[in-house]
């Protein structure tokens, strides 16, 4: 049986509900890999639900924290790294140098940075947070995972079009970034992977509304395929798949929040109804479909 690198979640954590480092957590558990679990800010539940009390751990004591992390004897049981929501600009430093102490002691591990600080309504994250993931996290990064939104503030530029959202997400220098919520046709939704030699536009049926989490699994479940030696491609589609699954699965019974454990079988979906199209530099597109 192989035995799996850990990966060290840092992100969210909520009470109730499967967003954030909750969905990082069980997700990654689901497919087989230990997890080392640093929440970055607690609440009872996802903020977009209702007002709710925030608590974050002390600067000082946070460092301290991920100082011990950096520094523990098992350290090389650690093949990746995944950030998501910061609970202050302040905790950026700390991660990195983390990241950095990881990479030291496995050259191969993968560092997965998933800049959650706004979406279509705007920044819900204050800007200094913004900018330390830009400045401090991002140039370390080997994956990220933002959305449209997040792209367009991270580059400072208005991003109106898949040729631009590839032309910038190159300009960032990650050599895998996923960018959801891309541009995608009529009545669907796209995910962008961008690389240095393509990029690929993988889309599904849109919704109107969708259980809180999407963005925290799709995340998760590409970064686990790709710890499972899937390629870009075919990691981003399985990931794609299986979140438009539990999507699906979630709005039938109602939730709220992504059914993770409901759901749990369908994080190795086959990759049916996702549609893929090669974009080339002219953005001419070359498209097969695979339709479920």
């Not at 905790?91 to 998933?114: E, H, S």
């Not at 900018?131 to 140039?139: D, S, T």
């Not at 479940?221 to 798949?241: H, Q």
């Not at 759901?263 to 109804?273: I, R």
Request: charged letters at 20%; a negative charge.
């Amino acid at each position: 049986m192989e035995v799996k690198q850990a990966v060290i979640v840092i992100n969210s954590q909520v009470a109730r509900g499967s967003v954030g480092g909750r969905a990082g957590v069980f997700v990654l558990q689901r497919m087989g890999f230990p997890v080392w679990w640093v929440p970055t800010v607690q609440f009872p539940w996802h903020p977009g639900h209702s007002p709710s009390a925030r608590m974050a751990p002390e600067p000082a004591v946070f460092r301290a924290f991920l100082a011990d992390l950096a520094t523990a004897p098992w350290l090389g049981e650690v093949g990746a790294v995944m950030s998501g929501y910061l609970g202050d600009a302040g905790q950026a430093g700390p991660i990195a140098d983390l990241v950095d102490a990881v990479k030291a002691k496995n050259p191969d591990a993968t560092y997965l940075c998933d800049p959650i600080i706004g979406d279509a309504g705007g920044l819900f994250q204050p800007e200094d947070v913004g900018v330390a993931i830009r400045e401090v996290l991002l140039p370390r990064a080997d994956m990220a995972t933002p959305n449209r939104f997040e792209l367009a503030w991270l580059s400072g530029k208005s991003l109106e079009t898949n040729d631009e959202l590839i032309a910038v997400a190159r300009g960032i220098g990650v050599g895998e970034m996923v960018v959801t919520s891309a541009f995608a046709g009529e009545g669907a939704i796209g995910n962008l992977l961008v690389r240095p030699e393509s990029a690929s536009l993988f889309s599904h049926l849109a919704y109107r509304s969708v259980p809180h989490g999407s963005g925290d699994l799709l995340a998760a479940l590409y970064l686990g395929n790709r710890l499972n030696r899937l390629a870009p491609e075919a990691a981003l589609e399985r990931a794609v798949a299986s979140t438009h699954d539990l999507i699906t699965l979630g709005r039938a019974m109602g939730d709220d929040e992504m059914p993770l454990v409901a759901g749990q079988a369908l994080f190795e979906s086959a990759p049916d109804g996702v549609t893929v199209e090669t974009l080339s530099d002219a953005s001419h597109m070359l498209s097969q479909s695979r339709s479920g």
